[in-house]
């Protein structure tokens, strides 16, 4: 089987690098290191990604065999939430990152996966809430920008805080 293990830190446009093959998953299979796919050609593939690695549309990745394949985000169900004032907005996007919702933050928009919950709780809020099949590109979390996993412990084999300011012990998927 096809393995991935690296992504590159260039664009195609960059340095004209060819592509040959697309990889078409929907976000949560995008912020997974280990998962077994196929490419948009069907031909089987493993991901092996170090961990907290996350995919995102546009991004190009190393294949065993030394062929170059691009991320494609795929298209995915989601809420999209508009507030008539930026107030409200914020107080909106306040209330999903108390939830730890991975949140796409758009010009004048949120979006979030689509969930029946959530959607009540927005309304309840005075927002907008429509349903939409879009590319999903939440904001980078905390601990991806340190380029951590989501489920591992931040003790790292040492005894002294690393000053990530925040505990870990509610869970950060769903």
């Given amino acids: ?53 996350v995919l995102r549309g546009g991004d190009l990745v190393t294949a065993s065999d030394g062929r170059v394949i691009a991320v494609v985000a ?13 107030q409200l907005l914020a107080k909106v996007a306040y209330h999903l990152g108390s939830r730890h919702v991975p949140v796409e933050v758009g010009d004048g928009y949120l979006r979030l996966a689509d969930d029946g919950v959530l959607e ?23 601990d991806d920008h340190h380029g951590h996993d989501h489920d591992h412990d931040h003790d790292h084999g040492c005894s002294h805080d690393h000053g990530h300011g925040h505990g870990h012990a509610h869970p950060h998927r769903r």
């Fill in 120 to 142: 009540q709780a927005l309304l309840k809020l005075g927002a907008k809430v429509s349903r939409i099949e879009a590319p999903f590109e939440p904001e980078a979390s905390a």
């Fill in 1 to 53: 089987m096809l393995e991935i293990k690296a992504k590159l830190k260039t664009r195609a446009a960059a340095y004209g690098v060819k592509v040959h093959g697309r990889l078409e998953l929907p976000f949560e299979s995008r912020r997974t290191s280990r998962l077994r796919t196929k490419l948009a050609s069907g031909e089987e593939v493993g991901l092996m990604l170090p961990q907290g690695e």
């Fill in 74 to 86: 795929q298209a995915e169900k989601l809420l999209h939430v508009e507030a008539a004032t930026a």
